[in-house]
């Protein structure tokens, strides 16, 4: 791997010092949803985290991110113990943001190391492919907009996620994949949109024969059903005993927030809320009086989480949207019991967040990176997959902007996914196997949504 230029580790390198410019930099409340949370597990007994309430940014990640947090505690007392007082509410001294902006870039390692060893079981062929899209991965602009500026942990869960892709591609430790895959969903339950292509992947190249669905490999099935129950009942096991699932299904499963987030989520509920709002003004002036509901008139504009309702349209359910989810999934699911091979997981993964996304219940802007960085390692294996690829980047990345309204961070934000799409769409263009490159014969919609991207519409949150 000595000859790949710019290398991993080079690019980790020179990316974690650009991070660490940026830590006087702009943070969302999701900064003080962290420190709450160190100041949570840290201060009081285990039994008492899913309760605590003294701030309205409760505790609502699984028992495995807890543990996270309370071991980042173990350090932050070291920092400045005034970050791990519950009454403390937003408290942001320097010390408290240089230590949380430095666990992120630590933390991350995890990604650097999955990414390494993706591009170290490439055949030498793909190799420089499988490089450039572990660096758009590494340097992607969603991972530093969410996790360096507006402040989450994305990088190490998704350091997690790829890192149980790179083992499910080899029989031999598909095991360890499926597992790990496990102890990512003990980590955050967005990734659940993910588990019906685990599920079927496993069942069908791990668990059935693959000479005859109807021969179970019953040594294999055991060793997959007891790590996984192992690996739950580590996880929610004590709070089974406590009598507190029904607290942490309240917590981690929270119907009550609406349909879309108080940042709408490019989806398909986004354009149905539109159409709502449309509708609400053009059928009056049409001369047609229907039926509105005016409670529902503000609902969907007001900015914050909560329950939607509809002036026009009629109203979605939690049921209706994991029905359409799973309608859209089954196809490529299908396709991928009938041919359980490494490429048609990660595609069906891929699809499967798709559908997640368009179709989910309260789905955030930060989901798309559930489907970029999956797509990433699919990209460059078909041009036909760069061609869905290219407008995908540039909108889901364009959608990521209104989380950073601040004037200060415009340049930023802007120039960086400029810079990002040109640089990785380009070499893409030149690398995706299949016909010659075009060198980025730009379409229509790519254009046009470069020019939202470069004035950025005076978007807010």
Known sequence: MTDLYPSIGQCAIVAAAFKILLFPAYHST??????????????????????????????????????FEWLLS???????????????????????VYFQRATVILTELVLVYALQLYVKQSTLSSRKSANAAALS???????LI??????????FMYGLLILSIVLSQKQSTLLQGGLLFAVLLCFKHIYLYLAPAYFVYLLRAYCLSPRS????????????????????????????????????RSRLFPFSRGLCHAYWAPNVWAMYSYTDRVLLFVLPRLGLTPKIDQSAIHSLTRGFVGDTSFAILPEI????????????????????????????????????????????WHVHEKAILLILLPFSLLALHDRRYLASFRPLAVAGHVS?????????????????????????????????????????????????????ASWDLGWEV
Request: charged share 15%; with cysteine.
């Open 137 to 143: 991965i590494l340097l992607s602009p969603g991972l």
């Open 146 to 155: 969410v996790d360096h500026l507006h402040f989450q942990y994305n990088g």
């Open 30 to 67: 999701d900064f003080e949803v962290h420190r709450n949370w160190l100041a949570i597990t840290h201060s009081l007994p285990i039994k008492e985290w899913y309760y605590e309430k003294t701030s309205e940014w409760t505790l609502d990640y699984p028992p495995f991110f807890a543990c």
């Open 400 to 452: 990521l902007f209104p989380l950073l309204f601040t004037p200060e961070v415009w340049p930023l934000k802007v120039g960086y996914v400029l810079f990002w799409l040109l640089c990785f769409l380009l070499a893409f263009d030149r690398l995706a196997e299949g016909g010659h490159a075009v060198y980025w014969d730009f379409d229509p919609v790519d254009f046009l949504l470069l020019v939202a």
């Open 213 to 248: 669905i109807f021969r179970i490999r019953w040594f294999n099935s055991i060793k997959l059903g007891t790590g996984i129950v192992a690996i739950f009942a580590t996880a929610f096991g004590p709070f089974a005993v406590w009598g507190q699932l029904d607290q942490l």
């Open 317 to 360: 359910t939690p049921k209706t949207t994991f029905i359409l989810t799973i309608i859209f999934q089954l196809l490529p699911l299908l396709k991928l019991f009938i041919h359980p091979t490494p490429h048609t997981f990660l595609s069906t993964l891929t699809l499967c967040a798709f559908s997640s996304f368009l179709f989910g």
């Open 74 to 96: 173990q350090a932050a007392r070291y920092v400045d113990p005034a970050m791990l007082e519950v009454k403390n509410l937003n408290y942001d001294s320097w010390q408290t």
